[in-house]
């Protein structure tokens, strides 16, 4: 279990020249966020982030009952349903199990802190594609045998038992 750090951090903005600033976070240092806390019913709160900077930047408003000024009109009909939203994550890819597992252990505890835990963002999904994809250094699958419907040739590659299982 990773300990939980009291109150926000900011973010360190580093720029790598490309018009947009990335957060530090490394093995001494990585920004957080206070824990979340539902809003007052019918008022909102948004977190903002931006190239120019902003980093979960959080603002507050209320829901108005009828348009008072001009601007944007969002209506919400609350009555009505079409999904449910069963979490928010990322991918966890070749890619990313990599560069992960080169960061020292206190830098690899920050950076999952930051996105899994109170004082994060409070990721609770992880994608891991099946084989290889877009982000991984080689083509590979679980099964190259043709017409092995059975699978007796299924097995997992190195990447999936060394970096992501």
Do not use: W
């Amino acid at each position: 279990t990773l300990p939980r750090l009291p109150g926000a951090r900011p973010c360190i903005p580093k720029d790598f020249g490309h018009g947009s600033v990335v957060c530090v976070c490394n093995a001494t240092y990585c920004d957080t966020l206070d824990p979340l806390v539902l809003p007052a019913v019918g008022s909102y709160v948004k977190y903002e982030s931006s190239k120019a900077g902003k980093r979960l930047e959080r603002s507050e408003g209320s829901f108005q009952s009828s348009l008072r000024s001009p601007g944007l009109l969002l209506t919400v009909n609350i009555s009505t349903l079409y999904q449910n939203v069963k979490g928010f994550g990322g991918s966890l890819s070749d890619a990313a199990a990599m560069n992960i597992l080169k960061l020292s252990r206190p830098a690899q505890d920050n950076l999952l802190r930051s996105y899994f835990s109170e004082c994060g963002i409070e990721y609770n999904l992880i994608r891991v594609p099946m084989a290889c994809s877009d982000f991984s250094v080689r083509p590979y699958s679980y099964d190259d045998v043709p017409d092995d419907y059975e699978l007796k040739h299924f097995r997992l590659a190195d990447e999936d038992v060394k970096m992501k299982v």
